[in-house]
T-cell receptor, first 112, second 114 residues
Framework: DSGVTQTPKHLITATGQRVTLRCSPR?????VYWYQQSLDQGLQFLIQ???????AKGNILERFSAQQFPDLHSELNLSSLELGDSALYFC???????????FGSGTRLTVV | GESVGLHLPTLSVQEGDNSIINCAYS??????FIWYKQESGKGPQFIID?????DKRQGQRVTVLLNKTVKHLSLQIAATQPGDSAVYFC?????????????FGQGTELSVKP
């Protein structure tokens, strides 16, 4: 157990729908990162939050959004889902610097 | 664009042999590098890391070598075991002090034959 908790583990939904993925970081970690892993793109950085504030943004689609709450858990919202959004979504956390960057076990999203 | 690439997409070794997985990175400003192991259906698992002020770091059965001159990383696994079979990713962090994103390579699949 890495200490980073992601729910749900699996999600199947229809095109056009909206889903929310949840992440609880390791105890004490202030930074949360979201990554998308698809077969043709590898692991791609989406967004980082640090202590509730957005700190860095990657190739995140406008249909996707995220936030980090006061208790430091984070949610990734995916809307108007398309077939191509099917992927593994990973959350990672760290203390603020890059040291100790730890991943959760991921949410497998299938859009049908 | 930014990229971290792997020289060998697949590697097959005999149990007990040493494995070497290579990686090239493109951002000369990167100052922190990590190797991850990912087993099927699981998240990337930290193996070993190295800062840019070092050229070698050893862990348990694993060694990471960093050559900043040619922007090259390698992961050496000693006495490879069947449990080492997985996909291995190198990742670079160009902004370590701010946390920041990791840039991942495409991965090398290591297959260990008993």
């Amino acid at each position: 157990d890495s200490g980073v908790t992601q729910t749900p583990k699996h999600l199947i939904t229809a095109t056009g729908q909206r889903v929310t993925l949840r992440c609880s970081p390791r105890s004490g970690d202030l930074s949360v990162y979201w990554y998308q892993q698809s077969l043709d793109q590898g692991l791609q950085f989406l967004i980082q939050y640090y202590n509730g504030e957005e700190r860095a943004k990657g190739n995140i689609l406008e249909r996707f959004s995220a936030q980090q709450f006061p208790d430091l858990h984070s949610e990734l919202n995916l809307s108007s889902l398309e077939l191509g959004d099917s992927a593994l979504y990973f959350c990672a956390s760290s203390g603020g610097t890059g040291y100790g960057y730890t991943f959760g076990s991921g949410t497998r999203l299938t859009v049908v | 664009g930014e990229s971290v690439g792997l020289h060998l997409p697949t590697l097959s070794v005999q149990e007990g042999d040493n494995s070497i997985i290579n990686c090239a990175y493109s951002n000369s400003a990167s100052d922190y590098f990590i190797w991850y192991k990912q087993e099927s259906g699981k998240g990337p698992q930290f193996i070993i890391d190295i800062r840019s002020n070092m050229d070698k770091r050893q862990g348990q059965r694993v060694t990471v070598l960093l050559n900043k001159t040619v922007k090259h990383l390698s992961l050496q696994i000693a006495a490879t075991q069947p449990g080492d079979s997985a996909v291995y990713f190198c990742a670079e962090n160009p902004n370590y002090n701010q946390g920041g994103k990791l840039i991942f390579g495409q991965g090398t699949e290591l297959s260990v034959k008993p």
